[in-house]
Structure formats: C-alpha cells, structure tokens
C-alpha cells in the first residue's frame, strides 16, 4: 500500500506514504486490512466530493457506506452473515411512542445492527423455544411488550428484529 500511495498524483495521498503509523505491521492483527488499492479509491471519492461540493446522499453512497462495508464486511466473505453488520436507512421513521411531543421526525442515515441469526445457537437450554440463537429467543420474549412489537424505535422492516448498536446521521462539512 505504502509504494501504491507514494505514487499517486494528488500529494495529500501521496504524502501518508511517508507517515510509518499508517503503516504499523502488527496492524493486521487487530483485524482484516483492505487491499491498498481499495482505500486510495475511497480516499479518492472523498476528495472528489470535498472538492465539489457533493450532496450528503452523494457522500453516503461514494465515501461513507464503502467505509462501513470494508469494516464490516470482509472482501471475499458473505456480505451479510456477520453478527455485526450496518444498513442505510435514510427513509426510516422513529415510531411515535419514542418521540417528545414537541421533537420533529429525525432520521438517520445508516445504523450498525446486531443479526441474531449469527449469535451463539441455542442449546437445550430453550427446548421449546422456535427461535435459533439466545438473541432470537431474547428478542422473541419482549418484542410484544415493546411498540409495534419490534425491537428498535423504528419499524424499518430490515431492522424489526435486529437489534440497532449504533446510529450514524452523516453531515456535510459546512451545511
């Protein structure tokens, strides 16, 4: 990566060759690296919408859901059979019963969620239990008392059952 960015036309990429910490090698063993190539493309995209003055969807889509997918979604790996995992849901609405009175709609832009499919399955613990990990069999016992009977504050049908651990409301720099 460090020769790959050395070489690139624009000198704001190309000086992060020069900087070692960028280029720990026992950074590999925290977790999967992207290929070199793949984050000067990212770089890439930021730059082009910084330098003009990109809408915040356009962002979403060319930076920040690309950031999130190599974190959580390894190259060469099913993209979604990871307990830990995001999805954008801009058209989102929080569900009434967990919004102040006088609080407008609020959305955000992507979530990271739980999948409860991918937790730790259930053993003999809950023989009657339909549900194939604790989680689903957790959610399944309190998603009735909730509103709606989700899990989230919101409906969104790919999060009704899978739990949200972070939202993400992206903004643009200077409005």
């Known amino acids: 990566m460090r020769h ?11 000086s992060i ?20 190539n793949t984050i ?18 356009s962002w979403n889509i060319e930076v920040h859901s690309r950031i999130l997918s190599l974190a959580l979604r390894p190259s060469g790996q099913p993209q979604f059979a990871n ?4 999805t954008s849901c801009s058209t989102a609405s929080i ?5 102040p009175c006088d609080f407008g709609a609020k959305k955000v832009d992507f ?3 739980l999948n409860p499919i991918y ?3 259930i053993l003999p613990a809950y023989p009657t239990s339909l549900a194939h990990s604790k989680m689903e069999h957790a959610i399944g016992t309190v998603k009735d008392y ?3 009977s989700v899990i989230n504050y919101t409906d969104y049908p790919a999060l009704r059952e899978r739990p949200i651990i972070l939202n993400i409301e992206t903004k643009r720099r200077f409005g």
Not at 17 to 28: E, G, V
Not at 50 to 56: D, G, I, L
């Open 4 to 14: 790959h960015l050395s070489e690139h036309p624009d000198k704001r990429l190309s």
């Open 119 to 121: 937790d730790e399955p």
């Open 95 to 99: 569900i009434g019963d967990y919004l």
């Open 17 to 36: 060759a020069q900087d070692d910490f960028c280029f720990n090698p026992s950074r590999d063993q925290i977790g999967h690296t992207p290929p070199s």
């Open 40 to 57: 000067v493309d990212v770089l890439d995209s930021a730059m082009e919408c910084a330098e003009n003055f990109h809408a915040e969807a």
């Open 146 to 148: 909730l509103p709606e």
């Open 111 to 113: 979530c990271m969620y």
């Open 83 to 86: 307990l830990i995992n995001f």
